[in-house]
């Protein structure tokens, strides 16, 4: 289905399907719905391809970035949702071609350990301490997940481990995530490459535009992940074929279709569509920061996801341990804290809970920073996309990925069609 260097190119992103409408490409005229970073990379993939097309961006809102945002105060710097992109080649194409190469730099080697807090007890999470719990039973789950249409917990039978990997992608636990959807490659969902998986994956380490990472590394930009938002607009707002409108509130592509007097095939949604408030997962995040000294004895690492239900806080991410740039002022540490409205979780609980999780001195710091809302995908989500034939395209987070890799490949994908 797909060449070799397709592969090479956007590796298991193949995997996922792309919503896009044929006609697509014959448009003298696109209208893209959102202004998120999907919504963005695609409006400047196509502007920046084909100056003769006419790109119009179409934002509900009153600002750029959607799920992305950069919360500062003061020294202190923090993300409210993403934080860093893991190793793709079509992310670092994309910060090569913005010219934020000197911006992006790799995540601290020593901050890579990850760890599990359940029950009162923290344990370290690495390979063997998953295969340890049983590697046949590991096998025979994977093997089951290739019939398609598991969940997580299925297909990684170890409730812990299986719920924190969940918490620490998509806020929900693995009982009621879809495997297609969160592992593809692991599940043989979708299309399979042409030839072996570890030949494709040599050559893709290879053609890294900016640097090699490391396996297991993450990649940040110096001032937060707004930095790639903030570049993207002002390489948008430089194409003379680009136009954005913000407070934009559009029912449906159909509607904006016909009010636009375009074909359906124009319209790029990168917004949600026909998702009802209950599927999604609501949470509040915050920014806790300590001293150095009091922090001594939290070790370095990436960050601790918590699948017991009865804290308030589903996972800790150690911001200024992982990135190469500051997140905190000199002598101090910044920690991130998400806690789940389903767990009823408050400032005072969240507060209270953090001498349990992280040290018993008062932070120095303690601000909620944000709301998020991430979409639920249940079980046999990814099987019932329909991409046959689309008479628009569907793009972004809300639909078959959740990651700023996927939102980036798919976005590169859409643009080569032009």
Request: aromatic share 8%.
């Amino acid at each position: 289905m797909f060449t070799q260097e397709e592969w090479v190119r956007y590796g298991d992103e193949l995997r996922r399907p792309l919503h896009i409408a044929e006609d697509l490409p014959k448009s003298d005229r696109v209208f893209v719905v959102g202004a998120g970073l999907s919504g963005l990379t695609i409006a400047y993939r196509i502007a920046s391809k084909r100056p003769d097309i006419s790109v119009v961006l179409l934002e509900k809102g009153r600002d750029y970035g959607g799920t992305i945002e950069t919360w500062r105060q003061d020294e202190w710097l923090c993300d409210v949702a993403v934080n860093a992109a893991r190793p793709h080649p079509a992310f670092w194409r994309l910060v090569e071609d913005l010219g934020l190469a000197s911006t992006f730099l790799p995540s601290n080697p020593n901050a890579s350990n990850r760890w599990i807090s359940s029950g009162g007890k923290t344990t370290k999470l690495t390979p063997w301490s998953v295969l340890k719990k049983g590697p046949f039973k590991l096998l025979r789950g994977v093997r089951t997940g290739r019939k398609g249409k598991m969940s997580v917990a299925e297909v990684f039978p170890f409730p812990g481990v299986a719920d924190a990997m969940t918490l620490g992608i998509v806020n929900d636990v693995s009982a009621n995530v879809d495997a297609d959807f969160l592992m593809p490659s692991i599940t043989r969902f979708g299309a399979s490459p042409p030839q072996k998986w570890s030949t494709i994956k040599r050559r893709m380490q290879r053609s890294y535009p900016l640097f090699a990472p490391e396996p297991g590394s993450t990649a940040s930009f110096v001032g937060g992940m707004q930095t790639l938002v903030d570049r993207l607009v002002e390489r948008l707002g430089q194409l003379d074929n680009v136009e954005v409108n913000f407070g934009v509130n559009v029912d449906s592509p159909h509607a904006l279709a016909e009010a636009k007097g375009v074909p359906v095939s124009s319209v790029v949604w990168c917004a949600p569509l026909g998702r009802p408030p209950e599927h999604f997962t609501h949470l509040d995040v915050y920014a806790v920061g300590y001293t150095n000294a009091d922090t001594v004895n939290v070790a370095a690492g990436y960050g601790t996801l918590i699948p017991d239900s009865t804290s308030p806080i589903s996972g800790v991410l150690h911001e200024s341990d992982v990135h190469a740039s500051p997140r905190a002022p000199a002598g101090h540490r910044l920690f991130r804290l998400m806690a789940p409205h389903a767990r009823k979780a408050t400032e005072a609980s969240v507060k209270a809970s953090l001498k349990k999780v992280l040290c018993e001195a008062e932070p120095v710091l303690f601000e909620k920073i944000g709301e998020r809302r991430i979409p639920c995908y249940p079980s046999g989500y990814m099987a019932s996309l329909d991409v046959h034939q689309p008479a628009f395209t569907r793009a972004g987070w809300f639909y078959s990925g959740v990651s700023v890799t996927h939102v980036v490949a798919e976005a590169e994908r859409i643009g080569a069609r032009f």
